[in-house]
Each structure stands twice: as C-alpha cells, then as structure tokens.
C-alpha cells in the first residue's frame, strides 16, 4: 500500500462547476499536510498547506480528517486555469515529505 | 529573488554513460532535496541535505547514484552508469524554516537514457 493515494483521475469538469478530490495517508504519526499544483511540464507548486480546523484560501478549501486519515480540496466555481495536476503532500515525523501520485483536473469551456 | 536553478534542463544520453545534475537552491535556504519524477507520478525523495549533510539518502541507489553538497549550498546528482529505467524528471527543491518548509522547486532536469 502507498503511503499516499490519490485518485489518479482525469477530473473532467464544465466551467463554473465545483469539484472535490480526497487523499489517503497511512501513516497515523504524519504531522503536517499539503496540496501543491503541477502544470504539464513544469514544477510542483504550493497551492495550499492543510490545517487541522480546515481551512480557505479563495475559491480553494481543504480539509484534514486525521481520524479518518484523509485530506480534501474543494475547488469551487471551476477555472480554466484550474487544469492541472493536484498532488497530496504528507510530512512524517522525520520530517519527510512523501507526495501522492497526483489527480488530474481538466475544466473545460 | 531567484529561485533553485537548475541544469541541465534537457539530457539525451546513451545507456551505461555517466551523467550528472547541479543544482542551485535559493539564497539562504539550508535544506535541499533531490527528487525523482516519473510520468505520471508524484516526486519521489532521493537524497535530503540540511547544509552539507545528507540527513536522508535511504531512497538513492547507491550503487549508481552519488550527490554532494559541497559547502552546503550547490549540489550535485551524478548517475553512472546511468540505465534505461533512470529516464525521468530529475527536480531539485530548497526550504528554509522562514518558509514554513514549503519546498520550492526547480523546472528539473529531464533525463532520456537510450
């Protein structure tokens, strides 16, 4: 089992619609979570960090369920420029940051 | 301020032929990382410097693969003899407490071995 899993997708979504991704972690002992953004042939990015209350930035929300294990974005009111890759970002106890396989959104016009 | 440099960003090389990566992390930031990226993959962590020591390198094949970080700043990655299955993107990323330990990354350095 990996340590974090994603839904590959593709995500294919209209303009203007809201979409959900989740992500699962294994290790109970994780400390902090992320989401970082992956345009086609570029570098990972920092979209958001996820906090244990949940937290929004814009149209972006997220979610940590540490009961569960699993952390979720919200993207609400869909861009084109939201097509991307969304990568699920774990840190261990040893500091490690251990990154999901990632969950393609594709918005389309 | 510039962010980690990397180079270089395309490699074509034939199989059992040496090849190496620098990298350049932002001013300041002590932490560095190497990370290996398949197609359609999440990074994978290959080797973690805080300064000039590898805090964690249990991921590098260490039959092949070296890094140093000489002076704890520039580092580099070297692969021989490299394989056909070590195509991939090679992504370097810095951090620094200040950050909040977000990882900053490079635009990588993209590896064809044939």
């Known amino acids: 089992r990996k340590e974090v899993e994603q839904d590959p997708g593709p995500f294919n979504v209209p303009e203007g619609a809201t979409v959900a991704f989740n992500c699962t972690y294994s290790?109970?002992?994780?400390?902090?979570f992320f989401w970082y953004r992956q345009d086609c042939r570029k570098e990972p990015k920092l979209l958001m960090s996820v906090y244990s209350s949940g937290n929004e930035d814009g149209r972006f929300t997220a979610q940590l369920n540490r009961a569960s294990q699993y952390i979720s974005l919200l993207i609400r009111d869909s861009k084109l420029s939201d097509s991307a890759t969304y990568l699920c970002v774990v840190r261990d106890s040893s500091y490690k940051l251990i990154f999901g396989s990632g969950t393609r959104l594709l918005v389309r016009p | 301020e510039a962010g980690v440099v990397q180079s270089p960003r395309y490699k074509i090389i034939e199989k059992k032929q040496p090849v190496a990566f620098w990298c350049n992390p932002i001013s300041g930031h002590n932490t560095l990382y190497w990370y290996l990226q398949n197609l359609g993959q999440g990074p994978e962590l290959l080797i973690r410097y805080e300064n000039e020591e590898a805090v964690d390198d249990s991921q590098l094949p260490k039959d092949r693969f070296s890094a140093e970080r000489l002076k704890g700043v520039d580092s580099t990655l070297k692969i021989q003899p490299a394989e056909l299955g070590d195509s991939a993107v090679y992504l370097c990323?810095?951090?620094?407490?200040?950050?909040?330990?977000?990882?900053?990354f490079g635009e990588g350095s993209r590896l064809t071995v044939l």
């Open positions: 290790n109970s002992a994780s400390q902090s």
């Open positions: 990323a810095s951090s620094s407490p200040e950050s909040g330990g977000e990882l900053f």
